[in-house]
């Protein structure tokens, strides 16, 4: 089967619904996600995302980036970032989004390892709201077609250009997608890992198809562990029990019940802290707690987390809540220019799979939404300026065969984890700490 488009955008998170919204509406677009349009990360988001919420925290906001990502972070991406958040908040407010206000003004939380509340949120399923409301907007539009639950399984490309897709239906129709312009939106990793904060169908797809095609990468040993995720016997995706909790005021527990670390700490260095205190103790987890805060704050600001916890027999307003740390984030990625422009020509990646440099060696709370926003806006732009119709389309794919799907995802995630791993072992250095499963 053979399908045509001008742009094919691979995945339906912030990133790949905010790019497509964004792309002139001459220009026709097909929509893939290999799941339904409601499972993404960009769902599951709790906290909130930052802004410049006025000219005086500018350099605020960006030593607190930076710090946060060990001053690795591409200075010109993070610039870019900040001074163009309050563009994409105004859009998102213009789609209906609606963040938390008192008397008519925005109120802004704070989390971890930021000097100064700048993250607005919409209780604690700020995901959920933006991400639902993007989509509404993108199912209004003529030139976008959405097609759930398809596959990308490979990229059809010719002397570093790349001209549309393989497609896999969910009954194992194999099609080809041409398209001048393609958009890879594939979100994170942690389908990898045995325990992570993200879907399991997120395995890191466009990475793979990056080692095969000879695609440039960035910083793949850079994979951020969220300090508090809820302990469950049971395995399967962990529920993140949000920074911003501890933005509000919860503590860290021992086994003894006592404080043991600064609850603010940036997330890779809190982590490790976790961990020693486990390791020191034996056990399986710390605690939590919100308990010494108003039980009517806690279900108010609280309410996803809180009827979350109460379904695995936790009441978070008198009890302590069972926590470890679990892959959540993906710093690293297919690297990409200010315009989120892969080294392969036609070829874009924006969101979590793409690596701009913007979060260094460890991402700021609350910054991935944003940072997704900003560079998603900023390929469609590019795209729609640049446009030129792709006349390299070749036949494909050189007699190619698809049939043997379970082989070909068991060894694209073994090709990603071995470039995890032979990067880390480059630099000597294992930031991984979770299994992969
Ligand atoms: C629990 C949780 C809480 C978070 N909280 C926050 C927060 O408060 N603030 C913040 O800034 N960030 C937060 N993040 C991070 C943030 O949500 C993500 O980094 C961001 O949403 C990523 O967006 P994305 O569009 O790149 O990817 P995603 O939203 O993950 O979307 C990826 C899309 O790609 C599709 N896809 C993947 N592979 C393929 C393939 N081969 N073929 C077709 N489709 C494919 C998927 O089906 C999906 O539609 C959180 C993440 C998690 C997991």
Same mark, same amino acid.
């Given at each position: ?102 008397? &008519?003004? =925005? $109120?802004?939380? !704070? *989390? /971890? ?7 607005? +949120?919409?209780?604690?399923? %700020? @995901? ?35 001209? &549309?897709? =393989? $497609?896999?239906? !969910? *009954? /194992? ?7 001048? +312009?393609?958009?890879?939106? %594939? @979100? ?58 501890? @933005? ?190």
């Amino acid at each position: 089967m053979k399908l045509e488009t001008d742009v094919a955008i691979i995945g339906a998170g912030v990133a790949g619904l905010y790019c497509a919204l964004n792309l002139p509406d001459d220009k026709k677009i097909k929509l893939i996600t290999k799941s339904s349009l409601e499972m993404s990360d960009s769902y599951l988001a709790q906290g909130g995302i930052c802004v410049l919420k006025e000219e005086e925290d500018f350099d605020s906001f960006f030593w607190d980036t930076m710090k946060a990502g060990h001053y690795e972070n591409n200075q010109a991406s993070v610039r870019q970032m900040i001074r163009k958040s309050p563009e994409v908040v105004n859009d998102l407010i213009s789609y209906g989004v609606e963040f938390e206000q008192k008397d &008519g003004k =925005m $109120l802004y939380t !704070k *989390e /971890g390892a930021h000097s100064t509340a700048r993250i607005l +949120y919409h209780r604690d399923i %700020t @995901g959920q709201e933006i991400t639902g409301k993007l989509l509404a907007q993108v199912k209004k539009k003529k030139n976008i077609e959405i097609m759930e639950y398809t596959e990308m399984i490979d990229l059809i490309c010719y002397n570093n250009r790349c001209s &549309g897709v =393989m $497609l896999r239906s !969910k *009954e /194992g129709v194999i099609a080809r997608l041409e398209a001048h +312009y393609t958009v890879l939106a %594939t @979100g994170g990793i942690g389908g990898l890992y045995q325990d992570s904060t993200n879907y399991p169908h997120l395995t890191g797809d466009s990475l793979a198809l990056a080692i095969r095609h000879q695609i440039n990468l960035k910083n793949m040993n850079y994979i951020q562990i969220h300090p508090t995720t809820l302990f469950m016997e049971r395995t399967g995706r962990r529920f993140l029990i949000s920074e911003s909790v501890r @933005g509000e005021g919860a503590y860290l527990l021992g086994s003894n019940k006592e404080r043991f670390v600064d609850e603010l700490l940036p997330r890779d260095m809190l982590t490790q802290k976790i961990y020693q205190q486990m390791k020191k103790e034996g056990s399986k987890h710390v605690w939590l707690t919100v308990a010494h805060l108003e039980s009517d704050f806690i279900k108010q600001r609280f309410p996803n987390i809180y009827q979350r916890c109460m379904e695995e027999g936790i009441d978070i307003t008198r009890q302590c809540i069972p926590v470890i740390p679990a892959q959540h984030y993906f710093m690293g990625g297919i690297e990409v220019d200010l315009y989120s422009k892969t080294s392969m020509e036609h070829l874009y990646a924006v969101g979590e799979t793409s690596c701009n440099g913007v979060h260094g060696a460890n991402r700021l709370a609350s910054n991935s939404l944003l940072e997704s926003l900003v560079f998603a806006k900023e390929a469609a732009v590019h795209i729609g300026s640049t446009f030129e119709k792709n006349n390299t389309i070749k036949p494909l794919a050189d007699g190619k065969v698809y049939e043997n799907y379970e082989q070909i995802k068991a060894a694209d995630k073994k090709l990603i984890l071995q470039e995890i791993e032979r990067v880390n072992q480059n630099e000597q250095r294992n930031i991984t700490q979770n299994k992969c499963g």
